[in-house]
């Protein structure tokens, strides 16, 4: 699962919750075919480990993309679906789909000036007043554009709000504040704060630049020395990216000073704007400024791989559809140590969702009768990097496109209790709830709201890449309930997230699972995707929902 800094969860969606789908009790149990049910009995917890072992071992380095220790775990993954019998659905028929991945930073040229309306240019510090964020698609830019102030930067008539309703942004850069109203549903907040949606809004209103502001009084700006990840295409385009928009030419942030600074030339008081937009009210102004910036990106290029495979279906027409189960093979690769240890094994993230799949795949294996659509097992790459790997194969997948009708997505499930209740993350904006629905209470498990709607994890993890292709999608995460009553397994994962997730300690030697919870999780979500590529109608989204509304004829 890719990382938020302490600071964005925080902001996000603070105090909204997820309403999603009631109790298992109440929903029609799945019918499951004798055959089918006996296979999935034999999902062995001792398999899962096994998987695991390999693929968080410290001999794979952390798996990160381009080395040889992801090599290893697309190898592993290769031969493994080999064994399965789980046919090649990659590239030039085999299991690979070849993903360049472009990693650009910001030269130490960069230079940003402001000059109010009638007064002098002033020459702002990089690093300290503002920072860029580095271009994939262009190696130097140039602009010089006024300023136009647009809120939050969200356009969403639906909900009733729009920051861009009352000012002309066609030719300005846009400067905006990050936060979503008050009363926003905690999965259109997700959307309404991501990077993409805020650079797509933009660009339909024809800006060509966006300027960050911070609202904390002490408030500067990131260091991007690191560099930003995005995917080229075969064309030498920008493929997918989560920082970068074709028509928006510059992207960065300004610290608190530079905020006010622009914002009370126009007569806002920012604490007041800043509350009375959180509360419902857009607010938006022309700014009596303008901006000259300059800056260039240096680019290094690698390949990395998604691995696909597939299960074909035995429908002479729905085979030619396709449930995608999805998980990413990558980590963080090697970093800061951490008690001695400088290996990130990701061994709950993501190792186990990959395990997971195998098993899903296992479990088909021994199926004689295989369901009539297709079922695809894809292990993405660049999760970790901006859901990289999976944004680029549901935009360019190795099977038409339209023809994928559900993603089950699986990101570290953090099985390290029994397994009673699970958090369908995104089922309740389609059908597929109810597949969710009938496979929980076949399996004996409650399905519960997201008890941590902060965390945004819905835009976080792979199967958003899916939904903004207009696929429906979910991922499947522990419930609270716990077997003595207190329902607190949240608070018990909480402890573990400090001490494991994106840490070296997150490994198989010394980490905490429930092997048991992990055989039940594989359960479920193969059966989940069974029942949808059973199921005679593909998914749909509900009348009116919000992310079909918007995505629902992408493809």
Known sequence: MIKLKSMEIKSIAAGLCLALVSTAAFAQTADVPKPVAKAMKKVKPADIREHIAYLADDKLLGRQPGTPGYQMAVDYVTDQFKKLN?????????????????????????????????????NLVDGRDFAFYP????????????????????????????????IDAKGKVVVILRGVPEGFPSTVSSYS???????????EHGAVGVLVGSANPNGGVPNFSRGISSVMGTDGKVAASRSYHEDIKMLGMINNNTLQKVLTGAGV??????????????????????????????????????????????????????????????????????????????????????????????????????PKRSILIVMVTAEEMGL?????????????????????????PTLIAPLLAVVPLG???????????????????DVEEDPEPEQNRFVRSDQYSFVTQGVPALHIKYGNKTADGKNNLDQQVKVWREKYYHKPQDSLEGGVFDFDA???????????????????????WKPDDFFGTRFGNVQ
């Open 388 to 412: 990289l790997g999976s944004a680029y194969f549901a935009k360019h997948p190795t099977v038409p496109a339209a023809q994928m009708v559900a993603d089950v997505n699986t990101d570290m």
């Open 193 to 203: 704060m991501d990077m993409q949606t805020i650079l797509k809004t933009a660009a």
């Open 86 to 122: 789980v046919l090649p659905a990659g590239e030039d028929n085999t299991y690979l789909q070849t993903v360049r991945l472009r990693t650009a930073t910001i030269n130490p040229n960069a230079t940003l000036q402001l000059t109010a309306n009638s007064g002098a240019p002033e």
């Open 269 to 370: 008081d920012v604490p007041q704007t800043v509350a009375s937009i959180r509360s419902g009210h857009p607010a938006s102004a022309p700014l009596p400024f303008s901006v000259k910036g300059s800056y260039s990106s240096s680019y290094k290029d690698i390949e990395s791989y998604n691995v696909v495979g597939k299960i074909e279906g035995s429908d002479p027409v729905l085979k030619n559809e396709y449930v995608v189960h999805s998980a990413h093979l990558d980590h963080v690769g090697v970093g800061r140590p951490i008690d001695g240890d400088s290996i990130y094994n990701g061994a709950h993230d993501n190792a186990s969702g990959v395990a997971s799949l195998l098993e899903i795949a296992n479990i088909y294996s021994k199926v004689k009768n295989k």
């Open 135 to 166: 271009n994939p698609g262009q190696e130097q830019v140039t602009l010089d554009a006024p300023l136009v102030f647009a809120g939050f930067g969200i356009s969403a008539p639906d909900m009733n709000y729009d920051d861009y309703a009352n």
């Open 427 to 445: 089922a309740a904006h389609s059908s597929l709830e109810e597949e969710v629905k009938q496979a929980s209470n076949f399996l004996g498990l």
């Open 518 to 540: 992990a055989k039940k999780y594989v359960q479920l979500n193969f059966l989940i995707g069974y029942l949808v590529a059973q199921d005679a109608e593909r998914p749909s």
